[in-house]
């Protein structure tokens, strides 16, 4: 059974997370400004909301923007040891003769994987990730499977890849709400590998100067922009997924993410995109309500070798709320009752709830078990039982 544990008031404090990456808030409390775009959607990355979409579920071509998952597979392939950045590759004579944009290597070439990556990213070369792709997958064909496997295991359920660059290609789709799903767990899972993205000019040695600026003219335009990344063939328009950190006091670094979808130029989807950033940091403020590892709870445990556990969130707790709202909110926690060991670091007992002073849902979010709790020896576990019968 569920037992409400608490119901409070928070003077000076807010907060929100989501329980999953890209799971929207349970409501959208501002009036977004229009976005000249097919599609777009606003998340504040450091609670997980969803401050703002439109059509983000309907199927859309990604153009370059498939190379996110690119990416996401190569950075999953260095961190697991099977490439080196320094280790380099053959470029195929498909790689050599991918159209559209390209960071002109050619077979004659053995590049290494870090200028693959920079030319992937910086450029778009389709070159370049042909090149990777065939690396990390051995085919380009094994590595789109490898792409459409970790689209299912991160929960991207409208996507659907055909090709590791994103040229046109029937039944080569996602969602702007899938796009964000990608780019947030890109820059969880992946940390050490964001900077790339930040690269506003890039060229390999020995090919020509044209193509080496980033087409995200928001690094150029606003210093706390670093990533992501553009996309454009003429089905898609021009995309693109843009993030941003700015200093917020008492919360620290907060990332919001933007997805741009089906804009009418280059300048539209920058335009549009920093439109949407600057509305999300000044619409909502962002409060932390608890320290990672910090608990929200510490209810009794029965048959443990502890007798109370620490029910919060790891990474702590922030959340997003309309600006001026973070001192009215009301939280409430709901938890597993009674509380009986084994427990386990990180076992969902218990849900947080969050509202506005008017009653407004905004998020309900899974506590944990902040600290594993073994059961108590025969004795404990035996008195333990009783009590709970007489109770």
Not at 81 to 86: A, G, M, P, V, W
Not at 109 to 130: C, R
Not at 139 to 149: G, L
Not at 289 to 315: F, I, N, R
Request: charged content about 20%; hydrophobic content about 45%; glycine content about 8%.
């Amino acid at each position: 059974m569920l037992r409400r544990v608490f119901s409070l008031r928070f003077m000076g404090l807010a907060l929100f997370l989501m329980a999953m990456i890209g799971a929207p808030a349970q409501a959208q409390m501002a009036q977004p400004p229009e976005v000249a775009a097919r599609a777009f959607l606003l998340m504040d990355v450091t609670s997980g909301q969803v401050l703002a979409a439109k059509d983000a579920d309907q199927p859309v071509e990604p153009a370059s923007l498939t190379k996110l998952m690119t990416a996401y597979l190569v950075f999953d392939a260095l961190r697991a040891k099977r490439i080196t950045l320094e280790q380099t590759l053959p470029v195929s004579e498909r790689a050599w003769k991918m159209p559209g944009s390209r960071m002109f290597i050619d077979p004659r070439m053995q590049v290494p994987v870090e200028d693959l990556i920079k030319g992937m990213i910086v450029q778009s070369g389709n070159d370049a990730t042909v090149a990777l792709a065939e690396g990390v997958g051995g085919s380009v064909e094994r590595f789109v499977d490898m792409m459409n496997n970790q689209a299912r295991a991160l929960g991207m359920t409208a996507s659907r890849f055909r090709n590791p660059e994103g040229l046109t290609e029937p039944g080569h789709t996602t969602t702007a709400q899938d796009l964000a799903i990608l780019a947030t767990r890109l820059m969880q899972d992946f940390p050490e590998y964001v900077p790339y993205y930040a690269i506003q000019r890039y060229r390999y040695p020995g090919t020509p100067a044209a193509n080496d600026s980033n087409r995200n003219l928001l690094l150029f335009r606003d210093p706390t922009v670093d990533g992501l990344k553009t996309g454009y063939t003429n089905a898609a328009g021009y995309c693109m997924v843009t993030t941003a950190r700015r200093e917020v006091p008492g919360v620290g670094q907060r990332r919001l993410l933007s997805v741009v979808l089906g804009a009418a130029s280059e300048n539209a989807r920058a335009a549009e995109s920093q439109k949407l950033l600057n509305w999300g940091y000044t619409a909502f403020d962002a409060v932390r309500l608890a320290d990672p590892g910090q608990a929200l709870a510490t209810p009794k445990v029965w048959k443990g070798k502890a007798s109370q556990v620490g029910l919060g969130l790891p990474q702590g707790v922030v959340v997003t709320v309309p600006a001026g709202e973070g001192g009215r909110l009301q939280t409430e926690v709901l938890r597993t009752e009674p509380l009986v060991a084994p427990l386990q670091r990180g076992q969902s007992v218990g849900t947080l709830r969050v509202r506005l002073a008017n009653g407004t849902p905004v998020v309900e979010m899974p506590l944990t078990v902040l600290e594993t709790v073994e059961e108590s020896g025969i004795l404990g576990r035996a008195w333990d039982a009783i009590r709970l019968w007489i109770r």
